[in-house]
């Protein structure tokens, strides 16, 4: 292990408490919302996902890196999160397939870490105490001088985000003599959705967070997809303002995570900030439609409010519930046409017990057609 994991670091939370350890990945400062994922294993997936950009990300197994890192396992192009802060920063790995220890891997993405923190402690802290901004350094100690760069980061709460992980230019992906065309709104795509709609015969198009209504139109697509991503949902009004173009074009429209607040704000169904948001691979969700319960993977700081789906059961009726707090995770709209989930059918690694929502989207596609 790297001599550097002996440099102390500090972590200082908005409120003002304190957790010591040693820096990991590279020397520096960094700045973000704090919250905690449960997941025992996928972390690479988990610092790839763009939902997390922004976030300093605390990892409740106590083993981080023990597997490697491997190119094959990233969900976007480089790291997304803001800062890791973990217990054991494990260099050495016995993964044949991997590419990197986990040092060298932070260390070419430029990722501020700390090690030997008291994960368990900081978790219990921030369940009880709520979301809020944080700042780790491994460059200083002094508290004074954090808490002053600490002040000057805007809260998650307004912030827009999506337009900062979205891709420049759109791109293709699949056979284009496939059976059908899903025009998808990238937000913070995830690679494992795109191979998810490729394996199901689709050719999919891949459209910038800002693409306009009569240029997703202009593709002429079979339907549209609307992916996850990081920030508050309601600071999107250009997003909400495309999701209601589509619904009045009245052909299928699925959302994941970012993309489920989305349609429902296109609903006139109002988000809501999360005193601590869903991450882990192993949330118990109930299909009500069906009666039967999914193990999923989640990652989202933001929900969708139940009374006011509640105050417009005309349009829009719950598909989802989540079993450890009743919030909701999945909606569609009563024509049928378009539906969405909070959580992540995609995971990879992680439950796959809600990968059949990929194929009711196909369904839609070839009722429609």
Known sequence: MSNMSQV?????????AVFHGKSAGKIGTTTGEICFNTGMTGYQEIFTDPSYFGQLLVTTNAHIGNYGTAVADMESENIKIAGLICKNFTNEYS??????????????????????VDTRALVRYIRDKGAMNAI????????????????KVPPMEG????????????????DPDAAFRVAVLDFGTKQNILRCFTERDCYVRVFPAKTSFEELKAWNPDGYFLSNGPGDPAAMDYAVATAKEILKEKKPLFGICLGHQLLALALDIPTYKMHNGHRGINHPVKNILTGRCEITSQNHGFGVSPKAIADNQDKIEITHKN???????????????????????????????????????VQLLKKKR
Request: charged share 25%.
């Open 8 to 16: 102390p670091a500090v972590l200082l939370l908005e409120d003002g």
């Open 159 to 174: 912030l827009e985000l999506a337009s900062k992980v979205t891709t420049q230019s759109a791109y293709s992906l699949g």
């Open 323 to 361: 079993l450890n707090d009743q919030t909701i995770e999945g909606i569609r709209t009563k024509n049928g046409q378009a539906f969405s989930v909070q959580y992540h059918p995609e995971s990879s690694p992680g439950p796959h017990d809600s990968r059949y929502l990929f194929d009711e989207f």
């Open 95 to 116: 993964r044949q397939l991997a590419d990197y220890s986990i040092q060298d891997y932070f260390e070419k993405e430029n990722l501020v870490a700390i090690s030997h």
């Open 136 to 151: 780790v350094s491994s460059e200083t100690t002094d508290i004074e001088s954090l808490k002053a760069q600490l002040a």
